[in-house]
């Protein structure tokens, strides 16, 4: 398969696996949550990786930082429901959007007084 419709199928894949959750969220907020919740693309871009050929140690490596992005992102779940039954919308997406820049940036510095450097 040549890398043009490799990266094709890539793209058209990611938005279908996009599009369905979308779909079930309309039919079923539980449903759609649950398939949200999973590292639906977390396991896509493994599989983009394995792939096109990425070794091992890419890989794990990728999954442990990604591990570390998880405790700063997880606030906005809890965020985002209670900004938005006040705000509306945009005030909400906008308000989780910094509030995750900014714990990203503050478990960057505490991550580093263990080693570790996301950013």
Do not use: C, Q
């Not at 890398?3 to 539980?30: G, N, Q, R």
């Not at 700063?72 to 965020?79: D, E, G, H, I, N």
């Not at 509306?88 to 263990?114: C, D, H, K, Q």
Request: aromatic share 20%; charged share 10%; no cysteine.
């Amino acid at each position: 398969m040549s890398a043009t419709v490799f990266f094709l199928t890539k793209i058209f894949v990611s938005a279908l696996v996009i599009a369905i959750v979308t779909e079930v969220a309309k039919l079923s907020d539980k449903w759609g949550g649950l398939i949200a919740a999973l590292p639906t693309t977390t396991f896509l871009i493994l599989l983009w990786m394995y792939f096109e050929g990425a070794s091992d140690n890419k890989i794990a490596r990728h999954v442990s930082f990604t591990m570390y992005f998880v405790l700063p992102t997880l606030p906005l779940f809890f965020a985002l429901p209670f900004i938005i039954n006040k705000f509306g919308f945009w005030p909400a997406f906008f308000a989780s959007i910094l509030l995750t820049a900014l714990l990203v940036y503050l478990f960057n510095m505490l991550y580093e007084r263990f080693g570790v450097n996301i950013l």
